[in-house]
Nanobody
Framework: QVQLVESGGGLVQAGGSLRLSCVASGRTFSWYTMGWFRQAPGKEREFVAAISRSGGNTDYADSAKGRFTISRDNAKNTVYLQMNSLKPEDTAVYYC???????????????????WGQGTQVTVSS
């Protein structure tokens, strides 16, 4: 198993930036495709971004393209989500998740993300 702990959420004004971090412990971090998801009040959880095991491939939801950047540091067992130009509609609890994948290049929202963090709140004021 892998344990995931997110940090970096907070309150920011529209147009501002935040950098989320997710530190993994347990099994080998580089075995996992990593993703960020979010859930706003009264809404279903949605995909935000994902990064392949090697970090060479990324995938983004349309809402995140051009504003968010996902990255990872396998030496530090950490995945990041840099969020710029934040909007009030980005307000949500953000979760990182891990999917055990067979290939270095696999990335996307549809893998079996079996491991989840506890979430970190992001609030964007207008």
């Amino acid at each position: 198993q892998v344990q995931l702990v997110e940090s970096g959420g907070g309150l920011v004004q529209a147009g501002g930036s935040l950098r989320l971090s997710c530190v993994a412990s347990g099994r080998t971090f580089s075995w996992y495709t990593m993703g960020w998801f979010r859930q706003a009040p009264g809404k279903e959880r949605e995909f935000v971004a994902a990064i392949s095991r090697s970090g060479g491939n990324t995938d983004y939801a349309d809402s995140a393209k051009g504003r968010f950047t996902i990255s990872r540091d396998n030496a530090k067992n950490t995945v990041y989500l840099q969020m710029n130009s934040l909007k009030p509609e980005d307000t949500a609890v953000y979760y990182c998740a891990g999917a055990l994948t067979a290939r270095q290049w696999e990335v996307g929202p549809d893998y079996e993300y079996n491991y989840w963090g506890q979430g970190t709140q992001v609030t964007v004021s207008s």
